[in-house]
């Protein structure tokens, strides 16, 4: 090889697999051998593109921000969602630039080469989203000037305007002048062989938290087998935010069942798209889970609105009609939504929802049936706390298939399961498990609900505080704390009270986390699931884990 | 006895008392008998005012709500808390009559004979607060018309103005015209002797949730043996919510450290006088539990003012002014309060909030021990997680003790311990057991997080169709649920691993509540906490679970 000691030192993941994989060669060290020394982090600078070495010396540094998400990226800079995914389509490479990020951006995010922010730190959601999608990013970059009206960014002493091109590093957070020319990251050679010997020393499985076949195709790529968890409430958004505020918002029923009729359209055909990506591997669905005033406008923007209408005399009948809306939107407002109406909640109030998204899994696995591909959709019920509301839910989903099964004169055997994210569902998990065919702990809200800890308050609020007094050991979001550890144990040993067999994995951040892939081994489960990028490290810490464990610690090979 | 047996259906509570103890000195029944006869629910009305009877016959109904809060009431008109207050300084009976009422009318609320609403059910903030004061209120009377700027009610076809009299049958819903004779209830003969009775049979200790000495008093009277829960929040409001803003916006330490210095004398006057009311009965004192931005104003209501100067060309500088202060709000605004910065984060994050409460606590105590008076205040630490912060404010509290003790040259024993109220700091309750004097369970905030229900949201929400479609048994914050209560059963577990005598205690609405006061003397709690009103039934409850345990279930008689 001609690298140098110092690209060693900058890509030490790289050093790491090339070292081992050479002692291995060369019968100094045994396979076993080799896992054990991988640190699982370090695979991620491998999975990204990187600059071409020659470009980045002629290169310029123009502005810094934090290193949000690992990659190089190269594009001309846009400065909406809308504009990078015109751009997109004209087949031109984007940096989506912005003030900051929030889930209206999340399509033009997906098409962008890289993400550029003013404001925002690593858990910010332009950095957080990034790192899911592994895409490059560079978040808080505070001394850079976006102007929207103007479509400029001002970076140092040069204005840069919409099309003119900028290079991000998202391992380093510099931002550079121009285009940089990129290389691909090379997924064969030493980084395959590594993770063919973590296929050889586990069996728990690794699955990906999929939202689009995209993302399914990239975790394919890097070995995930099957979807642990794919949101549904990703795909109501876009043009489709409408269609669901016209189910929300109408008093009249009509127009309730066209906008039903719509969203089961729409949604039979991204089932069908992501079911035929993953063929035979599992795909978990899970039923809608956020509160339905998260499609809505924002009350307070629009009650500024309805002020300044009423303050420069404008139309009466425009100003009743926004008053109304307001109304509306306000009798669904909750002063803490994330303990509000959410997930199955949502389905004992608006049956219908549960109905439409699971005609819409039953008929697209029946039409791919027809033409001889076989899939394997299973539906995950969220945010349950009682049997009893499982019960319900389960026989109306049950119900839901049933009839599609007649209608398309199919046989169709979709598991049902539920998510095991609120303490009282892990406390009670015996009777829980007696209902469900699978159990997915979803550590994000069984952390929130564990500590009492609102996550999007407390990352920036009081974690870092907590952190640097060491009142906190880690960030409970991203390592699995030993108190909610409790609680995932409490639910394994009770479903499986009611189900020796029962499948138990995980879904939330920490599935993509090596030392708590330690832990849920130990705890017994069958498989963990994380975003795309994640695939690669969870892998190797599944293999880690099993030859490091004493005994079988009660774990489960499927 | 001259009642019918009309009267005898009408207050079954009373006929329950006086057959049994009639039944007990005619030698059919013995002491217990009496006691497992008891209903505790229906001691309640026997707690309150009740109408005259030839008074009533005479009376016309020219309204009808909800039976919010027991008891009969008789006043003037009034429809602001402000007025309620005024008016009652000069010795008049008012009626406290509002479209709905918040924490702002608590005052108004506390020195009116009764309260009327036109909105809000039996779970609305009037009808609840009304119940912990032991208030006569009617909610949700719909018909009624209240115009606060005319400073009228239209009842039926009738227009009552301020200082007009009504009545209220808060057990009823019934809204009479003019004044009825009320008769205060008879805690004596026969009620009293079932008291005794109890008292003979539990060592179960009855505490109350109290934080003015007028309920401290009240509870005393019902026989309460100390304050298992002193909210100080509650003495943060009035005109003392200025000085609260002045400390949280401030960015000059001097404005800060004046606002502080108020709050102090403040503090510790109230103290001072709920330690005398008290005496040697222990006084738990719960450190400042709620969200900062609950004493600041309403950000939305703010913006539209913001836009409404803005549209009709206002003073550029009064403009910026509240721009400047919009921001503040905003910077502390959190997307699920019930799960951000409050309880003891508000400690680590305002470190001087908590000197300034402990200093206060003990400088009242140092004080009245300088009059001879002994008390027995005890400090309580709210929203532990975590055992690492809570020796961080323990020893934060200590030292504040100590430094009082110097300067004041007396000996202070203050006991400090800590509420189990999220799901992880009773999973870790043999770690917090080592740094805590005492447990507290509240199982209000326990309850919404093993759950996942903000009460605030669901139980108008959804939690009616929950228990109609028979998804819960029971309301789980009226009655601990069994999911909840195996979380107690962990805390109280390990809390006497760490120390086997340790006090524990439960500060919930729950408190209150016959069927889980069973529960928690068969978890081997030593007292519960309830408001006031609830004092007799839970000590009657308290009386029966000891008699109907087998064997001693755990529980300890301290």
């Known amino acids: 090889t001609s690298r140098g000691l110092g690209d060693v030192y900058k890509r030490q993941g790289a050093a790491m697999v090339k070292i081992a994989m050479d002692l291995l060669r060369a019968d100094v060290i045994d396979e076993k051998t080799v896992l054990r020394r991988m640190e699982p982090q370090k695979l991620d600078e491998l999975l990204h593109p990187v600059f071409d070495k020659a470009a980045l010396k002629r290169a310029q540094v123009v ?51 890289g993400i550029l922010t003013m404001r925002g730190g690593m858990t910010s959601h332009a950095a957080v989203v990034a790192r899911g999608m592994g895409k490059c990013c560079v978040s808080g970059a505070g001394e850079i000037q ?103 918002l109408a008093d009249d029923q009509e127009v309730k069942d066209k906008a039903l009729a719509e969203l089961l359209d729409a949604q039979q055909g991204d089932f069908c798209a992501m079911l035929k990506t993953m063929g035979e591997h599992p795909m978990i669905i899970r039923l809608l889970d956020p509160p339905l005033h998260e499609f809505l406008d924002n009350p307070r923007e629009l009650a500024v609105e309805i002020a300044k209408l009423e303050a420069t005399g404008a139309d009466a009948a425009t100003i009743s009609q926004k008053r109304e809306l307001l109304a509306r939107i306000d009798s669904m407002s909750e002063a803490n939504p994330m303990l509000g109406l959410r997930g199955i909640r949502l389905g004992i109030m608006y049956p219908e929802l549960v109905d439409l998204q699971v005609q819409a899994i039953a008929s697209a696995m029946a039409d791919l049936q027809k033409e001889g ?29 049933d009839k599609v099964c007649e209608q398309k004169n199919v046989k169709l055997d979709i598991e049902i399961g539920t998510m095991i994210e609120l303490p009282r569902a892990a406390l009670m998990s015996k009777e829980i498990g007696e209902y469900a065919d699978f159990f997915s702990f979803g550590t994000n809200d069984l952390t929130q609900t564990t500590f009492g800890f609102s996550r999007d308050d407390v990352e920036s609020a009081f974690i870092p505080t907590y952190l640097r007094k060491k009142l906190l050991k880690t960030n409970p979001f991203e390592t699995l704390d030993e108190g909610v550890a409790k609680l995932v144990a409490a639910g394994v040993e009770g479903g499986r009270e009611a189900k020796p067999n029962l499948t138990c994995g995980v879904c939330g951040e920490t599935g993509g986390d090596p030392d708590s892939i330690h832990m849920y081994y130990n705890l017994g489960l069958n498989y963990v699931s994380c975003s795309p990028y994640r695939v690669p490290i969870a892998r190797l810490a599944a293999a880690q884990a099993k030859i490091s464990a004493k005994g079988n610690a009660g774990h489960q090979d499927k």
Chains 1, 2 share one sequence.
């Open 63 to 113: 502005a810094k921000g934090l290193p949000a998400s690992p990659g190089a990226a190269s594009g001309q800079v846009v400065f909406s969602a809308e504009d990078a995914e015109a751009w997109s389509e004209k087949k031109r490479k984007v940096i989506l630039v912005r003030i900051e990020t929030s889930p209206e951006d999340l399509r033009g995010m997906a098409v962008a080469q």
């Open 146 to 248: 976006v102007d929207y009206k103007e479509k400029t960014v001002k970076m140092g002493d040069k204005v840069y305007h919409e099309g003119d091109w900028i290079s991000l590093n998202g391992s380093t957070g510099d931002v550079y002048d121009g285009e940089v020319k990129t290389a691909e990251p090379e997924l064969d050679g030493d980084f395959g062989a590594i993770m063919d010997l973590a296929a050889k020393y586990t069996k728990t499985l690794v699955r990906t938290n999929a939202d689009t076949p995209r993302d399914a195709i990239q975790a394919r790529h890097f070995g995930a087998q099957g979807i642990g968890l794919c949101r549904t409430e990703h795909m109501f958004l876009g043009e489709r935010k409408q269609i669901i505020q016209n189910f929300i």
């Open 373 to 401: 591909i076989t899939t394997h959709p299973e539906i995950m019920i969220p945010l349950v706390s009682t049997q009893a509301e499982l019960i319900a839910v389960r026989e109306q989903v049950q119900a839901q298939i």
